[in-house]
């Protein structure tokens, strides 16, 4: 038979041909052959529709089709191509294994429907490098909502498919702190390579539940007059909450992780990270500082580190690239598509299992790039508001929202993610996510193993254009389109 679509392409020095998958359907007792482009959820009054993109191969040739999912697994053609339909065909053949592993916490009937389809709520599932590379950003900018590509390292030949065994060999169950070493924060980041040094530990995995009076999370609780600690190196022990030292205190025995319990008597471990600095930045001369240093460094996420050739050498023996090779390849294949990639090298994260992210808005509307690379890792995207931390089921709250896979959730939060304008996507090595970053939006860790994963974000020309990112890229974008 012939191929559904293809293209001779040179990636990473190799050259690969771009196949759509097919499956098999039925038009009225004929068994014939459809060619997956995309399949688009569509939100209509509550509901959702399923929109299938594709060829149908018949009398010798392909033909392109669009067709909507009236009933389960029956899918019609529009008045242009009413030979197309009605059709019969299911997904099954493509369905995963079982995620209930992945996510025991949360309900297990979302879990296992993602199992079969891997898009809960509106949004895309793009199976075919040639949809991806002309339709892909749009199907975003214009919706609003997540594109999946399913498969995307192996069909575009990114380089991240050679690099995906070697970071499984190396990674499988194993922790962060097993990959890097030691037996404390400090131990475990001090012989680490500057571009990793640069990301920030969450470690609230490893403390959550603690409070200063209770000294079952740490391995030493001390308390220590510190002169001038406005000048101390601290970052959140979370996204936004807790502080920890990022840079030892020689002179009182205080090391690197170390959390911040006390402040002159008061409790302070769960506050706001931006009120412990205005807190640190307010006091006269001298303070009397409480310190815990976790019993346990397990749960940790390191986040927003830079992915350059040493930093990734570590998650995989033998790996021979930078992402910055991967940036430029996506860059090269989405040349058209209204793109200015600001970012030259990818973001690197790596979670524990069951470790997450909050829901939060991000503060530059950036169109955002997430490489699966291992472990599963699940996002969740709904339209967003003001930047900053969300609480979608909370009005006015101020706190973290996170929804960890290995935990129970709130009645509330299950509401939410259940509600139809929420986005739930399953992202497995080699998959590739874009979603805006001005929506709300949560990275969810699998709880079977650690996640690895990527992430870039891009300028979209016509928010440039808007003057969403300043005058001088507003400049920019305009002498672009001339």
């Given at each position: 038979m012939a191929l559904a679509t293809t293209k001779l392409l040179r990636c990473a020095g190799k050259k690969r041909q771009w196949v759509a998958p097919t499956i098999s359907a039925n038009l009225g007792g004929e068994e014939i052959q459809i060619a997956l482009g995309a399949v688009e959820v569509q939100q209509s009054?509550?509901?959702?529709?399923?929109?299938?993109?594709?060829?149908?191969?018949?009398?010798?040739?392909w033909c392109p089709v669009k067709l909507t999912e009236t009933e389960p697994d029956l899918w019609i053609g529009g008045p242009e191509a009413p030979e197309a339909g009605p059709l019969t065909f299911s997904f099954d053949a493509m369905k995963r294994s079982s995620l209930q592993r992945e996510a025991p916490g949360w309900p297990s009937e979302l879990v296992e429907d993602l199992s079969r389809?891997?898009?809960?709520?509106?949004?895309?599932?793009?199976?075919?490098?040639?949809f991806f590379v002309q339709r892909g950003v749009s199907a975003v900018l214009s919706s609003g909502f997540p594109v999946l590509f399913v498969g995307a390292a192996q069909q575009m030949g990114l380089v991240t498919e050679d690099w995906i065994p070697g970071i499984a060999k190396h990674l499988t169950n194993r922790s962060l702190c097993e990959v890097f070493g030691?037996?404390?924060?400090?131990?475990?980041?001090?012989?680490l390579p500057e571009d990793l040094k640069k990301g920030h530990f969450d470690i609230a995995g490893a403390i959550a539940g603690a409070d200063s009076a209770n000294e079952e999370h740490w391995s030493r609780v001390y308390t220590v007059k510190i002169q001038s600690p406005e000048r101390l190196t601290i970052e959140s022990c979370?996204?936004?909450?807790?502080?920890?030292?990022?840079?030892?205190?020689?002179?009182?025995?205080?090391?690197?992780?170390?959390?911040?319990?006390?402040?002159?008597?008061?409790g302070i471990l769960w506050q706001s990270f931006d009120d412990i600095q205005e807190l640190l930045i307010d006091l006269p001369g001298t303070a009397e500082i409480t310190f815990g240093r976790p019993k346990v460094i397990q749960k940790i996420y390191l986040r927003e580190a830079v992915a350059s050739a040493e930093a990734l050498s570590l998650f995989c023996d033998g790996v021979d690239g930078d992402g910055k090779v991967l940036v430029s390849q996506l860059a090269a294949l989405l040349s058209r598509a209204g793109l200015v990639f600001a970012e030259d090298r990818p973001g690197l994260f790596a979670g524990d299992a069951g470790t997450a992210s909050h829901l939060h808005v991000d503060r530059k509307p950036l169109l955002q790039f997430c490489h699966g690379l291992h472990g599963c890792k699940f996002f969740c995207v709904a339209p967003g508001k003001a930047p900053g931390p969300q609480v979608p089921w909370q009005s006015g709250a101020q706190l973290e929202a996170k929804l960890p896979t290995d935990a129970k959730l709130s009645t509330a939060a299950v509401e939410w993610m259940q509600s139809p304008e929420v986005s739930v996507c399953c992202l497995h090595p080699g998959d590739l996510l874009l979603f805006l970053g001005q929506s709300c939006h949560a990275g969810c860790n699998g709880a079977a193993q650690m996640s690895l994963s990527l992430f870039h974000g891009t300028m979209p020309l016509s928010y440039m254009l808007q003057g969403a990112f300043g005058v001088p890229y507003q400049l920019m974008a305009r002498k672009l389109m001339s």
């Open positions: 009054t509550g509901s959702h529709c399923r929109v299938l993109y594709g060829q149908v191969f018949r009398d010798g040739k389809w891997p898009l809960k709520g509106p949004g895309t599932v793009v199976f075919d490098a040639h030691g037996t404390s924060l400090e131990e475990m980041i001090q012989d979370s996204w936004t909450l807790g502080a920890m030292l990022r840079e030892p205190v020689s002179e009182v025995d205080a090391a690197v992780g170390d959390v911040l319990l006390k402040i002159n008597g008061r």
